[in-house]
């Protein structure tokens, strides 16, 4: 999974015409060292999709304008616009991720 290093970075991967998810995390989350365990299959099935990651830490600000309290979570977006949000309460298990991602229309 990509990163993402800058506020330009994600502005241009968030506006294209093509979803783009982006899971926010931070170095020091056990939730997030666990979603780490299984995400990458998950990856593999939704492989249609540009996955991306952000550390909540280090850029703070994008966090806070789109409402990313808890982390791990995982936010979807098309054309600058946010689609999908999965809170870090709903975010603990590969099953909760899938059934987020199934249930997902765009």
């Not at 998950?42 to 990651?53: G, K, L, T, V």
């Not at 409402?67 to 946010?82: D, R």
């Amino acid at each position: 999974m990509n990163s993402i290093t800058s506020e330009q970075q994600f502005q241009e991967l968030i506006n294209g015409d093509q979803a783009v998810l982006v899971k926010f995390f931070a170095g020091w989350c056990p939730d997030c060292t666990r979603m780490n365990m299984f995400i990458d299959e998950i990856i593999e099935e939704y492989s249609h999709y540009q996955w991306f990651e952000l550390n909540k830490d280090e850029l703070p600000e994008i966090a806070e304008n789109h409402q990313v309290m808890g982390i791990p979570s995982i936010l979807i977006f098309k054309n600058g616009k946010k689609l999908a949000h999965l809170h870090s309460a709903h975010a603990k298990t590969a099953d909760q991720v899938r059934e987020f991602l199934q249930d997902v229309t765009f």
